[in-house]
């Protein structure tokens, strides 16, 4: 059985800290970090942080999925499954 993750202490999770995470998969990653854009706006739209904390926050966010997304394409870049296409 595997360990997981304290429930207590998911929410204070960074953008940084949930790319780096090996407990989520790649679905997981990608869905937490939208949510967390989702409740960014919300934020933004209260007016309860400088728009340089929310700009700031937005592209730790977007720079977080794109390297989710590489992470995934990296990890498939080795794999060979059946022919050559040109074979």
């Known amino acids: 059985m595997f ?3 304290d429930l ?3 929410a204070d999770l960074t953008p940084e800290a ?3 995470d090996e ?3 790649r679905e997981e990653k990608i869905r937490r970090l939208r949510d967390m854009k989702h ?3 919300r934020t933004a739209d209260e007016g ?6 929310v700009e ?3 592209a730790a966010i977007n720079t977080a999925i794109s390297k989710v997304k590489r992470q995934q394409a ?6 060979v499954l059946g022919r050559m296409p040109n074979a």
Request: hydrophobic fraction near 35%; glycine fraction near 6%; avoid cysteine.
């Open 56 to 58: 700031e926050k937005m």
């Open 39 to 41: 409740d960014l706006g």
């Open 18 to 20: 949930l790319v780096a």
């Open 8 to 10: 207590s202490t998911e």
């Open 74 to 79: 990296d990890d498939d870049a080795g794999e």
């Open 48 to 53: 309860s942080a400088s728009l340089e904390a």
């Open 3 to 5: 360990d997981k993750p």
């Open 23 to 25: 407990m989520f998969s």
